[in-house]
């Protein structure tokens, strides 16, 4: 910054008459001095108090509109006007009332409480004004009276003068203050100061046009920042523009659909859950724990068979689905054609039917959305029952294949058995008796012959050992014997007829036997296949899945969608997102080219 030095030399052009007393006459000088040079001088105090001796008070004319005093002349003509006029100006002294007053202004301006600092700096503007203050406080009165702030930053920054007899950066010497016109109390300025120079030949004397390094660097530096400037204006302004049309209007219109356009959706929850009977325990408790969780598998083949389009065309058929949605009062976006495809009719039931499922609490939950409440809960009780027959069937063709097997195995047995004894009867009834009971009779009878062919034998030789055996005896013992002998013979060819032979009663004994063997075998497979069939019972009452359905599904009374604020939010994170990646990619892309 470029300080004004103070003026040290003067150039003097002609003597000036003696000044006018009075406001006209300060205002005819002033007017004068516009077209004329005139020389700075250093006002003396008793100028002030010359002033203020006038007879309009201590503080009648301003300083603005006193007439700078002439140099004397070297004329001695001159010399006697200018002593003529110092007579003049000097007889009237200091007055009691102006010296009054300047005491009263100066107590004033110890109370303001000024600092150090402050009164120093009073000081010394002071003396670069030319002023010859008695004290710091006396030099702000001065100040204030010419209508100098001197506490002023411009006033700070004229305190830095050059050295004495410098020059100024165009060669000429002189005071930097006489170039500016600012100076000379033109109708443009805040306030008149003095002493004040004049342009010398009538001219205006404008500052030099060059500037020094420090100047036209600080100028360069100047126009650098207010490009830079410039080009940050620009480009924020251009980034809030495509802020503005890639992100805020989207936006906008997003919100201006969810407030304004969307129809309101109604959602009805439910929760149900698949289970499935332990079957029959031998524990204590099995009683008590008559049920358990389904697997995984039937619960994930129920979610698909509700999230399925045979489960849309059920729904369909039996409620309408599809006349609900194409409906006039629902807005066109959510609304279906007039006629539509099955696969648009899907799109929009995989929309408004979701169905989650929980494997840490084996928990399916169930939300329907519609645009009438009642719709929505009507169309979630249809989908419970489709969800329960589904249920029914998943272990039915296992049930039902596992008890026909076991009720097949049964009648076969049965019937197995009733063939091995209706052959056992058979056999019964064409030997008429039992040809194993015969048998064995036929045995009893050669043994008990055989027995009593021994006694008779036995007599006979008793009889016989006698010296003199009588006769009729022992004719009568030869004839028992020989009458037991021709019996034995005729049961063993019997029994001998009843063992040998196609028809003999051995061969029809065995047939029996293994008529009864077979009998004993069809009993036990005809338990075995009762047993099977028990245990099939009781597998299939086991895979029975129940669905069970723990929060009823109840009408909304108020809509849950579109959840405005939330879905506004989204949208703007999602253009932001969008146009982030864009410009990111537009930079690498950018940055690749030109590098």
Do not use: C, W
């Amino acid at each position: 910054m470029t300080t004004k030095p103070k003026a040290r030399k003067f150039r003097i052009k002609r003597s000036a008459p003696p000044p006018p007393q009075g406001l006209a006459a300060a205002a005819e000088n002033n007017a004068a001095r516009e077209t004329e040079p005139v020389t700075l001088r250093r006002p003396q105090p008793q100028d002030r108090s010359d002033i203020s001796d006038r007879p309009g008070g201590p503080r009648a004319v301003p300083d603005a509109a006193m007439p700078p005093e002439r140099p004397a002349p070297t004329s001695g003509a001159g010399k006697d006007e200018d002593t003529a006029s110092s007579e003049t100006a000097r007889t009237g002294e200091v007055s009691s009332a102006s010296e009054v007053a300047g005491e009263l202004d100066m107590d004033a301006i110890r109370r303001e409480g000024l600092t150090g600092r402050q009164l120093r700096m009073a000081r010394r503007v002071a003396q670069k004004h030319g002023l010859a203050p008695t004290s710091d406080f006396d030099a702000v009165r001065l100040l204030r009276a010419r209508g100098i702030d001197p506490f002023q930053r411009s006033n700070m920054l004229e305190l830095v003068v050059p050295q004495a007899g410098g020059e100024h950066r165009d060669g000429a010497p002189g005071d930097i203050m006489a170039n500016l016109p600012a100076q000379r109390g033109g109708a443009g300025q805040g306030r008149v100061q003095l002493p004040q120079t004049v342009p010398a030949g009538g001219g205006v004397n404008l500052p030099s046009t060059e500037l020094s390094p420090a100047q036209r660097r600080e100028r360069e530096i100047g126009e650098i920042q207010r490009d830079i400037s410039r080009r940050r204006r620009r480009k924020l302004g251009l980034l809030m523009v495509r802020l503005a049309f890639f992100v805020m209007l989207p936006t906008f219109a997003a919100g201006y659909y969810f407030y304004k356009v969307a129809t309101p959706m109604y959602a009805t929850t439910s929760q149900f859950m698949l289970i499935q009977s332990e079957g029959t325990s031998t524990s204590p408790f099995g009683g008590l724990l008559p049920t358990q969780f389904a697997n995984s598998q039937d619960s994930i083949a129920t979610q698909a068979y509700l999230q399925s389009k045979d489960a849309m065309l059920r729904l369909d058929q039996d409620v309408g689905f599809k006349s609900h949605f194409t409906d006039d009062s629902i807005d066109p976006i959510q609304r279906l054609t007039d006629d539509p495809t099955n696969e648009e009719a899907y799109k929009v039931y995989k929309k408004n039917v979701k169905i989650g499922y929980d494997p840490t609490e084996g928990v399916i939950r169930m939300e329907v959305v519609a645009a009438d409440p009642e719709v929505s809960t009507d169309f979630s009780r249809h989908l419970l029952e489709y969800a329960e027959e589904r249920v029914n069937n998943l272990s039915k063709k296992k049930r039902e294949d596992g008890m026909a097997d076991a009720v097949e195995g049964l009648e076969l047995a049965q019937q197995n058995r009733r063939d091995v004894q209706q052959r056992l009867i058979e056999l019964q009834v064409q030997n008429g008796v039992d040809p194993e009971a015969e048998i064995v009779a036929i045995r009893s009878q050669i043994t008990t012959y055989e027995g009593l062919l021994i006694e008779k034998e036995l007599e006979l030789a008793a009889l016989l050992d006698n010296i003199r055996p009588n006769k009729a005896k022992v004719d009568g013992a030869q004839g028992d014997v020989r009458r037991i002998n021709d019996q034995l013979d005729k049961l063993n060819d019997r029994l001998n007829s009843a063992t040998q032979g196609d028809d003999s009663l051995a061969k029809k004994a065995v047939e029996l036997q293994l008529a009864q063997a077979d009998l004993v075998a069809a009993d036990a497979n005809l338990q075995l296949a009762q047993t099977g069939l028990e245990a099939a019972r009781a597998e299939a009452n086991r895979q029975v899945r129940y669905l069970t359905v723990a929060v009823e599904p109840v009408a909304p009374q108020e809509p849950t969608y579109p959840r405005k604020f939330e879905n506004t939010i989204l949208a703007f994170l999602i253009f932001a997102g969008i146009y982030l990646m864009l410009s990111l990619t537009a930079a690498i892309l950018r940055e690749q080219v030109t590098s």
